[in-house]
T-cell receptor, first 110, second 110 residues
Framework: GQQVMQIPQYQHVQEGEDFTTYCNSSTTLSNIQWYKQRPGGHPVFLIQLVKSGEVKKQKRLTFQFGEAKKNSSLHITATQTTDVGTYFCAGDTGRRALTFGSGTRLQVQP | DAGVTQSPTHLIKTRGQQVTLRCSPKSGHDTVSWYQQALGQGPQFIFQYYEEEERQRGNFPDRFSGHQFPNYSSELNVNALLLGDSALYLC?????????FGQGTRLTVV
């Protein structure tokens, strides 16, 4: 079955440093979605990427979808303490059932 | 407009018992998916309901079953509970690509 791998598992940064998490799927995806889950909370949708090579920005967050539609990345510029949480990528093969990666837990030290 | 609501929020059951979890989707959403999230892991897809029928199923045993009602609300049933079923159970509703998650039900099996 489809597998989605995500690295790193955990990252601890100083406030103001950049952060990147990477996601790789074993199969070609229809689209990829990114979610953020705060400690004790539920996943909250951040963005969806659909097109090969697509790049989208949301303020300090930059999302990329690979040319082969099998990998993706999320980059946060100048992290803030409000960025703390676990970031998940989730692959969709076209039937709206999401396969989540294992997540990257981000800790930001003030 | 209420988002996705789940009940109960917490539940403690004994091994071998049966449990029913409930989910009301976001207004206007017709598709409900259930996910199991073990501690420190990403959500794992259990199954998806659309038009009162199970449309897709993940790699979960038959002990996990569900139902969707005409008003699109849904139930997840788990029979013969095992210790390993302890997890956060998330319901997500969709109308399009973005999945809206409920707060989840924290199930503890003792």
């Amino acid at each position: 079955g489809q597998q989605v791998m995500q690295i790193p598992q955990y990252q601890h940064v100083q406030e103001g440093e950049d952060f990147t998490t990477y996601c790789n799927s074993s199969t070609t995806l229809s689209n990829i979605q990114w979610y953020k889950q705060r400690p004790g909370g539920h996943p909250v949708f951040l963005i969806q990427l659909v097109k090969s090579g697509e790049v989208k920005k949301q303020k300090r967050l930059t999302f990329q979808f690979g040319e082969a539609k099998k990998n993706s990345s999320l980059h946060i510029t100048a992290t803030q303490t409000t960025d703390v949480g676990t970031y998940f990528c989730a692959g969709d093969t076209g039937r709206r059932a999401l396969t989540f990666g294992s997540g990257t837990r981000l800790q930001v030290q003030p | 407009d209420a988002g996705v609501t789940q009940s109960p929020t917490h539940l403690i059951k004994t091994r071998g018992q049966q449990v029913t979890l409930r989910c009301s989707p976001k207004s206007g959403h017709d598709t409900v998916s259930w996910y199991q999230q073990a501690l420190g892991q990403g959500p794992q897809f259990i199954f998806q309901y659309y038009e009162e029928e199970e449309r897709q199923r993940g790699n979960f045993p038959d002990r996990f079953s569900g139902h969707q009602f005409p008003n699109y609300s849904s139930e997840l049933n788990v029979n013969a509970l095992l210790l390993g079923d302890s997890a956060l159970y998330l319901c997500a509703s969709t109308q399009g690509s973005e999945a809206f998650f409920g707060q989840g039900t924290r199930l503890t099996v003792v």
